[in-house]
């Protein structure tokens, strides 16, 4: 099998993660990097891909690491408001495109960018990780399947030191990260529940606390589906005690789930703390 030739942009924290699995992959070639300064890439190769071999070639202009390399595919690990231009611009190179969350900051660009990839006949990719985890599928699953009756009701918390941690950052300056904490870290619950529930969303409504700072870093959101599900979501950004959970309710059940990251997973169906036994294929 030919590797795929990968292009990486953005080459901060996060991408650093993807670097470190992409290099141990037998099928994945790191052919090039780009960010803004040289010196920037230099160090973000020194930290994460060392002794990878060969090399990456060095780029701070986006369109021409595009044009030069010809990849296959690109990782964009940019601030939120440049991941519609960027994976636009991925596309019309032909290239399939990794993303990181969120996708856009508006669904105008989404649908564009929807449009495009349909398009060209390429596969677009965001980052969330929890539809990719056993307890997720087996969640999902079991809606569907009304294993204990129809879903009702879902209430979801994230609880993170987010504003503290951010500070002086460009995810505290809204023209680069589009919004605060429910666009960051949150956008994972937010993409948990509308994977699960499968149905479009009917109406929304928010309430948001910046706490003196340019972008909300607590909010409270309460959706209904057109499947009359209801759903509620609190992110909190200025809590010290990091985590989070999700809280469905069916006609003869309830299930908790680790929303963030999918690690965990607790069905009841009776009064008290009785679990049910679940079986999660693909479990490690």
Known sequence: MQKIKMAILGCGGMSGAHAKRYKNHPDVEIAALCDVK???VEAYIERNLADYEPRPQVFTDFETMLSSVKPDAVTIVTPHTMHFEHGLTAIQHGCHVFMEK???TNSDDAKT?????????????VGYNTPC???FRWLREAVRAGLY???ETVTGWQTQEWATATAGSWRQNPALSGGGQMYDSG?????SLVWSVESPIETVFAFTDNLDTPVDINGTVNIRFTNGVLATMTIAGNCVAGGAGMVYTFERGRVEIDGWNGNWVRAYTGWGDKQEPIELEGES
């Open 133 to 135: 985890t056993p307890a």
């Open 149 to 151: 009756g129809k879903l």
């Open 187 to 191: 956008a994972h619950m937010f993409n």
């Open 38 to 40: 040289t010196e920037i």
């Open 113 to 125: 960018l929807k449009r495009a990839v349909d398009a060209a006949g390429k596969i677009l990719v």
């Open 102 to 104: 969120p996708m856009v």
